[in-house]
């Protein structure tokens, strides 16, 4: 069962990286990129199971923790190197199998990159505020891939 219209929820993020738009995109789009920051922190560790970064392309991430896998996949829906990406998300365990929507807007800007992170489809408040710490955790840790 998904939200009933009207009833999803949104969350988004803004950051700046002091490093290229290229840089930034790329750690979005390569697998062993990915791999090092797509986890809302150290304890897990990510394997990157399919990443065709194409439009009609598909993704699927698997996170390991201590007490279990969570497991993220989707498809491309938009790609603008190194600008922009829009691509769905679910949950591979979630009994109701709501098809979420994240993009991606990359600008340049004070000698780095902004990034504005936009994640729609959220079926409520919990889980916005759920995907916010997550999302938070693995910017934190883009950080450290993109500004080296």
Same mark, same amino acid.
């Given at each position: ?45 990510? #394997?990157?199971?399919? *990443?065709?970064?194409?439009? !009609? $392309? ?5 996170? +390991? @923790? ?35 929507? #994240?993009?991606?807007? *990359?600008?340049?800007?004070? !000698? $780095? ?5 936009? +994640? @729609? ?28």
């Amino acid at each position: 069962m998904s939200a009933q219209p009207g009833s999803e929820f949104s969350l988004t993020l803004e950051r700046h990286f002091n490093a290229d738009r290229e840089a930034v995109f790329r750690a979005w789009t390569d697998a062993t990129a990915l791999a090092q920051w797509f986890a809302p922190s150290n304890e897990f560790r990510v #394997v990157v199971h399919e *990443l065709d970064v194409c439009v !009609g $392309g598909k993704y699927r991430i698997a996170m +390991h @923790e201590d007490d279990g896998i969570h497991v993220v996949y989707g498809e491309y829906l938009h790609i603008d190197a190194p600008h922009s990406l829009v691509f769905t998300w679910a949950w591979e365990h979630d009994e109701d199998a709501v098809q979420m929507l #994240v993009t991606i807007r *990359l600008t340049e800007a004070n !000698g $780095g990159t902004d990034m504005k992170l936009l +994640h @729609e489809r959220l079926p409520s408040e919990t889980s916005r505020n759920l995907h916010s710490e997550g999302w938070t955790g693995c910017l934190d840790r883009l950080v450290g891939v993109v500004e080296q």
